[in-house]
């Protein structure tokens, strides 16, 4: 009885493909870099034993991705039965980094990281439409080559490749889509955070959860932009937080992610990373350099294209139109910026100076009455989409206690969960008036809370809290407290600025605002 020898480098299969470099095992399979001695090129071949349970659906797995012709999927080129006892599938071959071992040194920017994810949504949404789904989708799946292209390996085989015995329900087999896409969001999320949610996958630590629900990347790593981490919770979330719509499809995350990435260098919450250009794929990360012989035994390679200096960002590009159409008549553009502020200076003092003439002056001896509000709205400018329960403002001034505006619910914390410093109501008295007190009535107690008012001249309903004076801070405040504030405050919008709210359940903790009067003179 003869044994069966091992493959090694140097072997010839099926008369054409010379083994070289042995590129992984994983799940009972391996990978080699071979060459095509027939076309004289790199492949990629993916081998499993004839006499495993699984080698057949293996060979019909890769047979049927091949309708898929994305060109971010690594084309199947060859499918061979039983070649030294072993079943292979033969591929092009990418000279390409592992997404998984460039997490493993530090998270992808945000830009970097919504352009890759972008890239594999569109190449798995022209999989759905062939009816072929992934299943498997890791960071491990995910190749970036030199020139910062992505390529997708794994289209099918992957799910060949799960444990023996791995029997798909009638749910698993209704749900592969949202496997994918749920995948997609995960993948999202380890590049912003080098975390994987759920699980230990492909050398990344699983995710940290708060009271069984998925932290944001916002939660888990400073820097991550607004956009980008909405559109994770959107995929990810069950449901996603403040009531945002959910993104079921591999394109419409893949459209999202597109309109992200181009306001990256805009809208980007760490503008150093947007406005500064870094000789690397990972932008400020350290390029690791391994250890090795001196240069002198061993000549270092060519830097590769994917760690050469990014492109320019819209703003930088700009600039240097900006600099180009200037050059030669500096003074001039100079002279003319200073001419013209100089102009804008006594033009606003002026009409300052007539608008404060012709304004009537508030009676400072008639009597202190209750001052009408002409509209209520929600404030919340530290929110994801600078809005809370607006719909439900007008109850605060509806003279019906039983209604009110609410907070959103937040948990573990009565400081509003630790997410931001404040959320309230912003209230228009219709123009200036010379505000003597409040009277708040709240739905639960203990709520501390601070009033700010706008100058007499403000014309827009504030969006942030600048530009706004505090004029009164009420802590532990009860269910009615009455707010005397300092004399001669003349405003228009006054907020009411709640920063600490009661436990309506364990853990929640939620304010309700029942009813605002304001009394004062106009």
Known sequence: MSVRRLLASGDVLAHRYELQDLVSEKLGST????HDQVLNRNVGIEMLSSSDPRADHFL????ESTSVTDPRFLRVLDLIEDEQHHHLVVREWARAFPLDQLLAQSPLPNRRAATVVAEVAEALSHAHEHGVYHRRLTPHQ?????????RVVGLGVATALAPVGRQDSLADLQGYEQLDVQAIGKLLYACLTSR????HVDGLNAAPTEHGRLLRPRQVRAGVSRDVDTTCDRILGTPPRNHATPLRKAADIARTL??????DDLHDDQPSLASMSSPDLLRLDPVIVPEGPPPGLEPPRRRPKAYEPAPPTTLERGKERARRAARGDRGLVLLGIIGALVILTVLAFLVGRSTNDSADPIERTSPLRVLPIQRAGDFDPQGDDTGE???QARRAIDDDLSTGWRTSTYLGSAELGGLKDGVGIVLDLGGAREVDSLRVRMADAPTSFSIYASSSTTTRVPATLRGLRRVAVLNDAGTDATVSLESGILTRYVVVWLRSVPEVEDDRF????????IRGRS
Do not use: F, H, M
């Open 31 to 34: 990978t080699w870099r071979a």
């Open 60 to 63: 019909q797995a890769a047979r």
């Open 142 to 150: 995910v190749l970036l080559k030199q020139s910062g292209a992505v």
């Open 196 to 199: 994987w949610p759920g699980a």
């Open 258 to 263: 597109r309109l992200s990435g181009e306001d």
């Open 389 to 391: 329960n607006p719909e």
């Open 510 to 517: 939620r304010g309700e605002i029942r009813e605002v009067v």
